[in-house]
């Protein structure tokens, strides 16, 4: 079974950065395309990164330019670079890692990250 798990996240200012990884066990990696979601309370989940298994990455309007998603391969790991951070990023993090087309499709039991002064 794969197991995905994330860390970094935390209680950070407004305005200040973090960074979260998720690593993927097994060895399928770079055959995962691999996306960041976040749930706030009583709120939907949404996906807020995305990158392909070719590197193409894709973020949400809220995000864009605040946010940077990266994979190494490697090290079967993709970050979540947050700056700039908002109080409305507040949000339970999830790591999520599927094919394309979804045959198999993974969870991470998230991180909290919480931006309060």
């Known amino acids: 079974q794969v197991q995905l798990v994330e860390s970094g996240g935390g209680l950070v200012q407004p305005g200040g950065s973090l960074r979260l990884s998720c690593a993927v066990s097994g060895s399928s990696f770079s055959s995962y395309a691999m996306g960041w979601y976040r749930q706030a309370p009583g709120k939907l989940r949404e996906r807020v990164a995305a990158?392909?298994?070719?590197?193409?990455?894709n973020l949400a309007d809220s995000v864009k330019g605040r946010f940077t998603i990266s994979r190494d391969n490697a090290k079967n790991t993709v970050y979540l670079q947050m700056s700039s951070l908002k109080p409305e990023d507040t949000a339970v993090y999830y790591c999520n890692a599927h094919t394309t087309p979804i045959i198999v499709n993974y969870w991470g039991r998230g991180t909290q990250v919480t931006v309060s002064s």
């Open positions: 990158i392909t298994t070719g590197g193409s990455t």
